[in-house]
């Protein structure tokens, strides 16, 4: 690793540390030339193609897949650690299941469900632009969906 002040080569690591769940290492380093002292991380990186409805590839994004997410939560009661905890289950789910191309609707799924139980609202967000509604009929029809759902969920608790 190249030292960020001096443009040294020559940078040794002085202390590793697991974060994230152990899906990332922070290494500090110390330049040998300068002494200057940075950090750097290691994430995994997912080499997996993410297979479009329209039959398009490309490569599995994690900043667009959280981006949405937090686009879904903004101003909504989510914490920044859920949304994180739940792409790097995510991306293990992905890991496990061997493939490397996946479809788009798998991801958009899962997405889906673990934002119908965090939040109704974010799952709302998320679901307009994933299912691509194309008009406030589209808007009712899903919130009536989720409405009844809760209804029935409270009818089974009840009996």
Request: proline content about 3%; charged content about 40%.
């Amino acid at each position: 690793m190249r030292c960020p002040r001096c443009k040294e080569p020559e940078t040794r690591v002085i202390d590793s540390r697991i974060i994230e769940d152990g899906f990332t290492i922070r290494r500090r380093r110390e330049c040998q030339k300068c002494g200057y002292r940075f950090t750097t991380y290691e994430k995994l990186e997912l080499d997996i193609m993410i297979v479009k409805k329209d039959g398009r590839r490309e490569p599995y994004n994690r900043e667009k897949l959280l981006s949405g997410i937090r686009k879904a939560c903004h101003k909504r009661p989510i914490s920044e650690e859920a949304i994180k905890k739940f792409i790097n289950d995510l991306e293990l789910e992905l890991i496990q299941l061997g493939e490397r191309e996946v479809p788009a609707k798998l991801i958009g799924e899962k997405v889906m469900e673990a934002l119908k139980s965090w939040d109704k609202v974010a799952y709302i967000r998320f679901a307009s632009v994933y299912k691509d509604f194309k008009d406030v009929d589209e808007f009712l029809d899903s919130i009536k969906e989720l409405t009844s759902e809760g209804s029935q969920r409270k009818t089974d608790l009840s009996s």
